[in-house]
């Protein structure tokens, strides 16, 4: 795909007053139901992937 085709399906569900809702899996499977429920995007938390409990 284009550089402007993916700039313009990221511009298309941003519209003034209908806020974009973009849910944040955990794992691959919630990622997986998340998307199957209809979900447009699906955001990511790099400190959640580089989270090390045994560096604390």
Do not use: Y
Request: net charge positive.
């Amino acid at each position: 795909m284009r550089r402007n085709e993916l700039t313009e399906r990221f511009h298309v569900p941003h519209v003034p007053g209908q806020p974009v809702v973009m849910p944040n899996p955990w794992d691959l499977g919630s990622a997986k139901v998340m998307a199957r429920l209809g979900a447009k995007a699906l955001a990511t938390t790099s400190a959640g992937h580089g989270f090390q409990p045994d560096a604390l």
